[in-house]
C-alpha cells in the first residue's frame, strides 16, 4: 500500500513545486506586460477617442465610432496654425541643437582641453534642471536683454534644452567608435575632411539620427518652457492646455495620435537601419 501511495504523494509534493517554478519562470514577463500597459493606456485612449463622434464641445465620453475626425483633422479654429509653429519650431530646434550637439560631443570624446571636465559637467545640467527653472531663467535673460517673445524666444529655449539630450546620445556612439577606421582611411591618402564625411560621418550617423528624432520629439511636446517663453505665439500643446478650458475637439486626439505614429515610424526607421548596417558590416 505504501509503495503504491509514495507515487502520489510525490506526485503532490512536486505539483506546487512546479507551479512555483512557472510562477518564477514566468513573474518578470508578466511585471513588463502590466508595465507596459500602464504606460501605454493612456496613448490607448487618445487614439481610441480620436474616432469617436461626441455631442458636445468636450471630448470625454464615448458616443459613437465615427471617421469624420480623421477625414477632416485640422477642422477646428487655430489648430492648424498652432500645429504648423510647433513643427516647424521642432524641426529647426532639432537641426541646430543636431548639428551643435554633434560638434560638443566630438570635442569632448576626441580631445582633452582646459575646461572639459567642467563642460562634461554643465552638459547635463539642463537634464537634471526642472522645466519651471529653465523657463525662468529664460525668461529672466530675454526680458533683461529686451528680446521680444515670440517664435525666436521660444526656438533658442527648444535648443537650449535639446543640445544636452544631443550630446548625451552621440557621445554613447563615439565611445565605441574604432579609431583604427579612420587612421586607415588617412594611411590610403584621404584628409581629415575626407575621413570625416566618408568614415566618420557614416559610422555615427545612426546616433545622430537617433538624437534628431529625440530633439524633435522634445521639442514639439513641450509645454512648460515654452509657456514661459512664447509671448503671444501659441504652439500645439500651448493650444491644447488653452483650448481645454472652453472645448476639447476630437480633432486633438487625431494630431496627438499622427504625432505619435510618425515618432514611432522615424524610430523603428532608424531600428530597422541599423540593423541592416550591422548586417551588411557583419
Do not use: C, K
Request: glycine share 6%; charged share 10%; proline share 5%.
Amino acid at each position: 500500500m505504501s509503495a503504491v501511495t509514495a507515487p502520489a504523494e510525490v506526485a503532490r509534493t512536486r505539483s506546487p513545486l512546479r507551479v512555483l517554478a512557472w510562477v518564477r519562470r514566468h513573474l518578470l514577463d508578466a511585471y513588463a506586460l502590466l508595465a507596459l500597459g500602464y504606460l501605454f493606456l493612456p496613448i490607448a485612449i487618445v487614439i481610441a477617442f480620436s474616432f469617436n463622434n461626441p455631442l458636445g464641445r468636450f471630448n470625454y465620453t464615448w458616443q459613437g465610432f465615427t471617421f469624420h475626425n480623421w477625414a477632416h483633422p485640422l477642422d477646428y479654429p487655430g489648430l492648424s496654425g498652432a500645429l504648423r509653429v510647433s513643427i516647424e519650431i521642432a524641426l529647426l530646434s532639432s537641426l541646430i541643437a543636431t548639428v551643435l550637439g554633434t560638434l560638443i560631443a566630438l570635442a569632448l570624446v576626441r580631445y582633452r582641453f582646459r575646461g572639459s571636465s567642467t563642460t562634461n559637467l554643465l552638459i547635463f545640467v539642463p537634464m537634471t534642471t526642472p522645466e519651471i527653472v529653465m523657463g525662468t531663467s529664460l525668461l529672466t535673460l530675454f526680458l533683461n536683454w529686451r528680446i521680444p517673445q515670440g517664435f525666436g524666444t521660444i526656438l533658442i529655449a527648444h535648443v537650449a534644452f535639446n543640445i544636452s539630450y544631443v550630446v548625451v546620445t552621440v557621445r554613447a556612439r563615439l565611445v565605441g567608435f574604432d579609431r583604427h577606421l579612420e587612421e586607415a582611411a588617412m594611411d590610403l591618402g584621404a584628409n581629415e575632411v575626407v575621413t570625416f564625411f566618408r568614415v566618420t560621418l557614416p559610422l555615427i550617423a545612426p546616433g545622430i539620427l537617433a538624437a534628431s528624432l529625440l530633439a524633435f520629439a522634445l521639442s514639439i511636446d513641450d509645454f512648460v518652457i515654452t509657456y514661459f517663453n512664447a509671448g503671444t505665439t501659441t504652439t500645439f500643446p500651448l493650444f491644447v492646455w488653452g483650448s481645454a478650458r472652453v472645448a476639447v475637439p476630437p480633432q486633438i486626439n487625431v494630431v496627438g495620435t499622427a504625432i505619435f505614429l510618425v515618432a514611432v515610424g522615424g524610430m523603428l526607421v532608424n531600428v530597422v537601419w541599423q540593423n541592416r548596417r550591422a548586417r551588411l558590416s557583419a
